[in-house]
């Protein structure tokens, strides 16, 4: 492999401002001129892949995506920014479907994580609210070529409403491309048989405590879904009928507009969801999905997608086969439904979602396929894949320039741009070593 | 409870009646003098006798012969009935109430409480002495429950006291009784901490017995030391499972103590070790409960092991047998003790014989329990005994007639009356002339016909020689009820109608002609579905054990881009020969040797064959506790003592190339436990053949945020709360240490006559592991963050003259590179996690490479089940992190953290005479495209795609076949997840394991 160092023309570089303190950079202005990507490997995902291919965006959208022996139609009298790409690749930005990116800091600092609202009850809260624009995880997701994200809410039955997000901007409101991408359901897992044994003191009285507590939380769900029904109702037919912020966070889901994100791992939980949401008239898109393969009737029937909670996983039982999870994406494939890879991880680890995609690929998954499942397959679940997702004329400039393919670990992202706009692609981590290989000089120059 | 030692004599009266409080009364006598005749007597397993009479008097079998009952022995015919020897139960839990807490000489760990004794509780409580009665029981051994050292047991008669006649005790004082359980929220919170608390105070015995031989030495009286003193007491060992059973042997032989096992009814699952074991198991009849296979969601969650534990109980004690184990039985953890006759013909329908059940229940308990010349058999001068039975003893249709114990008969089952069998006409006393009833006594069935026509007979009781009855029928005087009694006279039955009005009416009844209505057929009794199979059972059990290990062959790996980490660059078209489990030849392919025409060859061509994989940082496999959290300081516990070969894990490791982990303590405390460097010999018939002999010795000490206690929600104030404080804790136990090898190493200078004179220091297992890691001979491998802790700790070890083996985690180890480099042997970190608590908020994925460049020999580790089988993808982040060239990466994962284990010379690259650990892979290691495709550890080929997909189609069919054997055969209630190895014991919630990765999981909720 070639590992000689990328260099930019000296024009793009002076598009970025350079500052060591990584997450205390300014952004970068809304795009001003054409940039045209050229003789580039395309990796368009819903139009395959153009060698040597051509690729131009302008106010932030991708105008054309051109093959090799087309030229570019670039508007007159505005001198573009051209850059030749000869032996890159060039990838939609890659989307992690289901994270809690902006709205934690650090995992067991209780006051940096803003996750959880109190109650069962708190679909009035919507991620896109609270996303923290200076968190020192956005740019080290984005340094691995992950642009966009679901994040979500999390804790209770309905924790609340998860957001699309774009990992670059000033505010929260630049970040965010979809403040309401769907309500999320903690569907209760059915406790049968989940008891360890504690010894005999342990009698039989309380064995089915935990079968019944599940029946009545997911009446409890659909009661809330139900008495938001009646006011909305309520409230269309007569205005002055006051507002309830918990009902009102559902009405989206009610009408269909956006999906309810069904948290749901086992094959009883994920079914027994599905049909609820079915019954309920609710969009349902399952996530979790570990025994997805073993609904695979239902979920392709319905037409019930499903985001993934990572590849690298362990099995469920001890005799499961140890690659139960690896294998999980291509089976579900060829039982036709519809799937992303999410990283089944918090914000911490959004970087590794390739190579969630990467070991489906090594265990089956076709690599077209896997890619889909990172861009445009996942901007499709959250509702943006009109916006996001491939390179396409007409979806927003968020894309990124590698070495090579992500999937990869010795390919390195060279540039990313998001909405057009350029995105400094170091990082707190990056500029850390930074500074210590500096220590390390200044010892080793002793 | 008062209690009363059995005298092995005849005058037991006389010489214990002075202890007696006064009768009320004229004394009452018993001469307790009985012959029994006509009996089958099984005087013991496999000796059967007829025409005998036992004599019994004063508690004792005077006679066993074939002369007349002696004059003045009442006689009891036992005719048709047999005879066993009274069954022994060697293990009955008992109350006995906890020392007082206050008392000066206690234990400072009131799990050890030695000192306790069986007698001080309820012994046998009143019900349970009836229950086991019925059963046939006439002696147990009662033992306190509770602790880890619970105290002595004391074995006594099943007798009924009374004021002037208290409990019988045929010996006390018989065992102590150890357990490994752990307590919550003290020491030992873990099962290593049971076995270190164990030891310990085993040692502390021996010490003690020393001292008190020692003269002038005059140590402080101990109760709990001295309990324990005696070395010939057998030590009992309640144990929970077949794993625990094999560290009870373990702990035992280490201090020379007699052991005899309490096992879990599970040691099947063992049989090979438990049976090299040579150590007596007292087996418990409860089987696990059917798995839940209700739904299909249920049968989702049920592992083939547990079907397969299910179906294979009841073989448990056949199993066992055949392996020579010595085993008795004991009626404990039955769920419901009336259970125990329908065990043992489970056991039986498994193959147990009749001989083989009752030696389990007489001769062997007596034997373990060391009262043979009292019990077990039926012999002149032994107690009386005895069970009296109707039919075979346990068979279904079997009756315990009479338990005699110490010569006191108990009926258990009175024989049906059967004087008034038979058919018999009216002649006299029926209302109407018209009719001639029939009458039918059967036992204590009663019916009444005429012609055709059926009376019905209520509220029928018998009395000897007698039988009342309700009769009423439109046969008879519509349906008003008449009273009849009948008795025998003569040849027919005589008795008294009592008519509705009042009148009374005699009634006679003559043998009849008629046939006896044949009752109707008993139901046949469903065929007994055939015993499973008792097959060998693979190790462990569950879909990917072994029934036989795949053997050590030699062979060749050729075409291969071998990657030999040792410093050079993979070689293309390369070839590793493997001879006799090590690495005979590394190469190209065209400078192979001769080799054996049988050698097996396997083609690399287009594959890489690494050394197998090497994963610094493991918890996988330890039983019952990763942590030690009861204490700070921990240096006394091992992790050794705790591997689990049976977890999944480890084969699913193998799936990912791993040959070799440091199976490291938890991070709860600044100084833990000892570590345990183990080679994934999956299959390993005993624990202890995972280990990694020869590997030097480690422990695991801990810095920062977890020894501190501070992401502990419920945090207490447990020592040390700051960083300065795990620094001064540190510092003080390696002070502490220091005094205690020199304090040792004076005693070890005396000359003989000198040392035989003084007593020896007192042996302290933590103290001894600091004391090695202070001599150098025992590596520390830190889990540590922030580069100030690292630099603390660089600082104790160069004032102690100390190279640290390992900091783990280390993930600002980058930034004091330099330190790490002069005082450690590496560091072993995380590829790229991060962002889980405050302390690593200055992670980078880069840390490994500049610490590379900083010239410290650097690892990258899991401390994960799950990111183990991905350890070849984490060295390629050293790639991407930090442009390390791809073989130098892959040495983060092999060469690296051998050398970090010191065992470098044995495996972790690929050359001639080392260990055949070796990994081979689809494609570049480094790359997520890679799978593992086979795995060898010592040249044993431990994992294939192809023996994989062979196992995956076999459980597919063993699991089916077991799912539709529960389905349509098992009753009762099903089971809940969770292994049947737990069915007995509490698994206490073993909180603050301390696991980076397991926390982080969890940090976000």
Same mark, same amino acid.
């Given at each position: 492999m070639s590992r000689a160092p990328f260099r930019f023309p000296a024009a793009l570089l002076a598009t970025a401002v350079l500052t060591p303190a990584q997450d205390l950079l300014p952004k970068a202005p809304p795009q001003s001129r054409p940039v045209l990507l050229q003789n580039a490997v395309l990796h368009t995902v819903t139009g395959g892949v153009v060698l040597g291919g051509s690729l131009w965006f302008d106010g932030g959208v991708i105008r054309e995506v051109l093959p090799a022996d087309r030229q570019p139609t670039l508007p007159a009298g505005v001198e573009p920014l051209v850059l030749d790409l000869a032996g890159k690749h060039v990838f939609p930005g890659l989307v992690s479907a289901c994270t809690t990116l902006g709205l934690v800091e650090i995992g067991m600092v209780p006051q940096s994580v803003d996750t959880d609202e109190s109650g069962d009850f708190s679909p009035e809260a919507i991620a896109a609210v609270a996303l923290n624009p200076d968190s020192a995880a956005i740019p080290i997701a984005r340094s691995n070529g992950v642009l966009t994200a679901g994040t979500f809410p999390r804790g209770g039955l309905l924790p609340g409403r998860a957001s699309v997000i774009r990992l670059d901007g000033w505010t929260n409101a630049d970040l965010t491309?979809? =403040?309401? =991408?769907g309500v999320v359901v903690a569907w209760p897992a059915n406790q049968a048989g989940r008891r360890f044994r504690r010894g005999p003191e342990r009698g039989a009285d309380g064995d089915e405590e935990p079968e019944r507590g599940v029946r009545q939380q997911r009446q409890r769900i659909d009661a809330a879904f139900a008495a938001a029904r009646a006011w909305l109702d309520a409230r269309t037919a007569d205005p002055t009928v006051p507002l309830d912020v918990r009902h009102e966070a559902l009405i989206g889901a009610l009408r269909g507009e956006v999906p309810v994100f069904l948290l749901a791992e086992e094959q009883e939980q994920i079914e027994s969801a599905v049909r609820w949401a079915g019954e309920r008239q609710l969009r349902a898109v399952v996530v979790g999905g570990r025994d997805a393969a073993q609904c695979a009737l239902l979920l392709r029937e319905r037409a019930v997608p499903v985001i993934l909670n990572g590849v690298h996983r362990l099995p469920r039982r001890d005799d499961s086969d140890y690659d139960e999870a690896f294998t999980l994406p291509a089976r579900l494939a060829a039982a036709g439904v519809k799937f992303c890879i999410g990283t089944g991880s918090d914000f911490s680890n959004d970087r590794n979602l390739p190579y969630h995609a990467a070991t489906a690929v090594a265990y089956g998954l076709d690599e077209t396929r896997a890619l889909a499942a990172i861009t445009q397959d996942a901007a499709d679940i959250l509702g943006v894949g009109d916006r996001l997702g491939s390179l396409a004329a007409g979806k927003e400039a968020t894309l990124f320039v590698a070495s090579g393919h992500p999937f990869e670990l010795t390919t390195t992202i060279d540039v990313a741009f998001v909405q057009g706009r350029q995105v400094d692609l170091r990082n707190r981590q990056t500029e850390l070593a930074k500074k210590y290989r500096e220590r390390l000089r200044q010892l080793q120059s002793r | 409870m008062r209690v009363r030692p059995l005298v092995a004599t005849f005058g037991l009266l006389a010489a214990t009646l002075a202890q007696e409080p006064p009768h009320e009364g004229p004394r009452p006598v018993d001469p307790g003098w009985f012959a029994l005749t006509g009996a089958r007597i099984v005087q013991a397993p496999g000796n059967t006798i007829e025409g005998f009479t036992i004599v019994l008097r004063d508690g004792r079998i005077t006679a066993v012969d074939r002369n007349a009952p002696p004059a003045g022995a009442t006689v009891v015919d036992c005719t048709g009935l047999t005879i066993y020897p009274g069954l022994i139960d060697p293990f009955v839990p008992t109350d006995v109430p906890a020392l007082d807490k206050t008392a000066a000489d206690q234990h400072w760990n009131p799990a050890i409480q030695p000192q306790r004794h069986a007698r001080d509780g309820a012994l046998v409580p009143a019900a349970d002495r009836a229950a086991l009665r019925r059963l046939g029981f006439t002696t147990v051994a009662c033992v306190p429950t509770g602790g880890n050292l619970k105290g002595t047991s004391c074995v006594v008669q099943l007798d009924e006291p009374s004021p002037t006649e208290p409990v019988r005790v045929v010996?006390?004082?018989v065992y102590q009784l150890a357990s490994l359980q752990t307590s919550r929220g003290g020491y030992p919170s873990s099962q290593m901490g049971a076995v270190a608390l164990l030891r310990q105070t085993l040692a502390d015995a021996d010490w003690y017995a020393r001292c008190l031989a020692t003269p002038g030495a005059a140590p402080q009286p101990r109760a709990a030391l001295a309990a324990l003193a005696n070395p010939d007491q057998p030590l009992w060992f309640d144990v929970a499972d077949e794993l625990q059973a094999l560290r009870a042997v373990a702990i035992a032989h280490e201090f020379r103590r007699r052991a005899v096992l309490v096992g879990s009814g599970m040691e099947f699952r063992r049989l090979a070790a438990l049976a090299a074991a040579r150590t007596p198991i007292v087996v418990p009849l409860q089987l696990p409960d059917a798995p839940d296979v209700g739904s299909a969601a249920a049968i989702e969650r049920v592992s083939l092991r547990q079907l397969q534990s299910w179906e294979q109980a009841p073989t448990n004690s056949k199993r066992l047998l055949e392996a020579s184990v010595e085993i008795a039985w004991t009626t404990a953890r039955l769920r419901d003790r009336k259970d125990f006759p329908a065990r043992v013909r489970d056991a039986m329908h498994c193959g147990v014989t009749a001989d083989e059940a009752l030696r389990a229940l007489t001769v062997m308990p007596a034997g373990l329990l060391g009262i043979g010349g009292d019990a077990g058999t039926i012999e002149r001068g032994k107690l009386a005994n005895l069970v009296v039975v109707a039919g075979e003893l346990f068979a279904e249709d079997g009756e315990v007639r009479d338990v005699w114990v110490g010569g006191r008969r108990h009926v258990i089952h009175e024989p049906k009356d059967r004087g008034l069998d038979g058919t018999w006409s009216w002649t006299a006393g029926w209302p109407r002339a018209d009719a001639t009833p029939v009458l039918t006594v059967d036992g204590d069935k009663v019916r009444c016909k005429v012609g055709d026509a059926e009376l019905e007979a209520t509220a029928v009781a018998r009395e000897p020689g007698a039988v009342t009855f309700r009769l009423a029928g439109e046969a008879l005087d519509g349906t008003q009820a008449h009273w009849l009694r009948l008795w025998r006279e003569g040849t027919g039955l005589a008795g008294v109608r009592t008519a509705p009005d009042g009148t009374e009416h005699e009634v006679r009844a003559t043998p009849s002609e008629a046939k006896a209505d044949a009752a109707p057929a008993k139901k046949p009794r469903g065929e007994r579905a055939p015993p499973p199979e008792r097959s060998p059972l693979p190790t462990p059990l569950g879909g990917y054990g072994f029934v036989t290990p795949p053997p050590a062959r030699d062979f060749v790996v050729a075409g291969a881009t071998v990657w030999p980490c040792d410093g050079r660059e993979p070689i293309r078209g390369g070839a590793v020969y493997v001879q006799g489990g090590r690495i005979a030849f590394v190469g190209v392919v065209r400078d192979l !040797?001769?080799? !054996? @025409?049988d050698v097996v060859v396997v083609d690399g061509t287009g594959k890489h064959l690494t050394p197998g994989l090497i994963d610094c940082h493991s918890h996988t496999g330890i039983a019952r506790g990763v942590n030690e959290g009861g204490q700070a300081v921990t240096a006394e516990v091992r992790v050794e003592d705790v591997v689990d070969p049976d977890d999944a894990n480890w084969y699913r490791q193998l799936a990912g190339g791993v040959t070799c982990v440091n199976q490291l303590h938890g991070s709860a405390n600044a100084i833990g436990g000892q570590s345990c460097t183990t080679k994934v010999r999956w299959g390993a018939l005993h624990p202890d053949d995972m280990r990694f002999a020869g590997a030097p010795a480690g422990i695991k000490w801990a810095l920062g945020e977890n020894p501190r206690n501070a992401n502990d929600s419920d945090r207490g104030s447990r020592y040390p709360a700051t960083r300065m404080g795990v620094e001064a804790l540190i510092r003080d136990r390696l002070a502490a240490a220091e005094a205690y090898a020199a304090e040792r190493a004076a005693y070890e200078a005396l000359d003989p006559t000198e040392r035989a004179r003084s007593s020896p220091p007192r042996r302290d297992l933590e103290l001894d592991a600091l004391a090695e890691v202070l001599a150098g001979t025992r590596r520390i491998h830190c889990h540590s963050y922030r580069q100030d802790e690292i630099f603390m700790l660089c600082g104790i070890a160069k004032e102690h003259g100390i190279r640290i083996g390992t900091f783990q985690h @280390?993930?600002?180890g980058y930034k004091v590179a330099d330190a790490i480099a002069e005082a450690a042997v590496g560091a072993s970190s995380f590829s790229d996690w991060w962002g889980y608590k405050f302390e690593v908020w200055d992670a980078i994925p880069e840390n490994g490479a500049l610490l590379h460049a900083a010239g410290v020999n650097v690892s990258f580790n899991s401390d994960s089940d799950e990111h183990a089988r991905r350890l070849n993808t984490e060295a390629g982040k050293a790639v991407k992190y930090g442009g390390l060239p791809p073989h130098e990466a892959l040495c983060f994962v092999t060469r690296n953290p051998a050398i970090q284990l010191g065992i470098a010379d044995r495996t972790g690259s690929i050359a001639p005479g080392l260990d055949a650990d070796l990994a081979l892979w689809s494609a570049d290691p480094l790359s997520y495209a890679a799978r593992c495709e086979a795995t060898w550890v010592d040249g044993r080929q431990l994992f294939s795609l192809e023996a994989d997909r062979a196992a995956r189609t076999a459980i597919a069919a063993e699991r089916q076949r077991l799912l539709q054997k529960v389905a349509t055969t098992a009753k009762g209630k099903p089971a809940r997840e969770g292994d049947p190895k737990d069915a007995y014991w509490a698994a206490e919630d073993l909180t603050g394991n301390y696991c980076c990765r397991d926390h982080a999981a969890g940090g976000v909720r």
């Open positions: 491309v979809r =403040a309401e =991408a | 010996r006390d004082a !040797p001769n080799l !054996p @025409v @280390v993930l600002e």
